[in-house]
T-cell receptor, first 114, second 114 residues
C-alpha cells in the first residue's frame, strides 16, 4: 500500500531553469511533509519540510507547496544547478497520531543538464 | 562527525549466515529508525526504537529480523539465516522526537547475500 506516490521516475531540466518535482499522498492523517535528496552510495539528506498548517515554505532556491485538498505537494528548485542532480524523495508522517515513522515515495531522479 | 553513523558500509554474507548492522544516532537524538531500500524502490520503514524500547515494528518481517537499541551503545539490526532476498541497502535514521523535526539518515549498510 503506497501511501506516498511519486509518479515521475525521472526528470531532466536545463541548468538555470525551474525543476518541479511532484508528490501525491492518500492518507489524510499526514500532517508533516518532507523532501530528501539522495546521491548514490549516500543516505538521504533532509532538504525542506512543510507542516499541514502552511501551504508554502521557502528556503533559498527550494520551495515546497502543499495542496491539502488535492493531497498533493511539489518541490520547486530555481534556478536548477548541475549539483542538484540526484534522486529526490517525498516523505510524509502523521505527528498527531504519534507515529514518528516516515512514509516515502519511490523517488524521482532529477538530471540537470549543463 | 556528529551525524548518524552506520557500520559496516558494505557487508557480504552467505545464505544462512547472520548479519549485524550497527547504527549510532546523531548526538542528542534518542529516537532511531531503520529503513530498507530494495533496488529501484523507495525506502520502506522497518522499525522505530527509543532507548531500550521498540515503539513500532510494524515494518519488520515476522521472522529472522530483530532490532534493539540498548541503554548503552549503538542500535543493532540483526538478520538471522540471511537469504538472497535480504540483499538491500539498510538505512538508519535518528531524530529528537519533537514534532515537526526531520529524520537524519546515515549513509547506509549495503548487504549482499551470496
Amino acid at each position: 500500500d503506497q501511501q506516498v506516490k511519486q509518479n515521475s521516475p525521472s526528470l531532466s531540466v536545463q541548468e538555470g531553469r525551474i525543476s518541479i518535482l511532484n508528490c501525491d499522498y492518500t492518507n489524510s492523517m499526514f500532517d508533516y511533509f518532507l523532501w530528501y535528496k539522495k546521491y548514490p552510495a549516500e543516505g538521504p539528506t533532509f532538504l525542506i519540510s512543510i507542516s499541514s498548517i502552511k501551504d508554502k515554505n521557502e528556503d533559498g532556491r527550494f520551495t515546497v507547496f502543499l495542496n491539502k485538498s488535492a493531497k498533493h505537494l511539489s518541490l520547486h528548485i530555481v534556478p536548477s544547478q548541475p549539483g542538484d542532480s540526484a534522486v529526490y524523495f517525498c516523505a510524509a508522517r502523521s505527528d498527531q497520531t504519534g507515529a514518528n515513522n516516515l512514509f516515502f515515495g519511490t523517488g524521482t531522479r532529477l538530471t540537470v543538464i549543463p | 562527525n556528529a551525524g548518524v553513523m552506520q557500520n559496516p558500509r558494505h557487508l557480504v554474507r552467505r545464505r544462512g549466515q547472520e548479519a549485524r548492522l550497527r547504527c549510532s544516532p546523531m548526538k542528542g537524538h534518542s529516537h532511531v529508525y531503520w529503513y530498507r531500500q530494495l533496488p529501484e524502490e523507495g525506502l520502506k520503514f522497518m522499525v522505530y526504537l527509543q532507548k531500550e524500547n521498540i515503539i513500532d515494528e510494524s515494518g519488520m518481517p515476522k521472522e529472522r529480523f530483530s532490532a534493539e537499541f540498548p541503554k548503552e551503545g549503538p542500535s543493532i539490526l540483526r538478520i538471522q539465516q540471511v537469504v538472497r532476498g535480504d540483499s538491500a541497502a539498510y538505512f538508519c535514521a535518528s531524530s529528537s522526537g519533537r514534532a515537526n523535526s526531520p529524520l537524519h539518515f546515515g549513509n547506509g549498510t549495503r548487504l549482499t547475500v551470496t
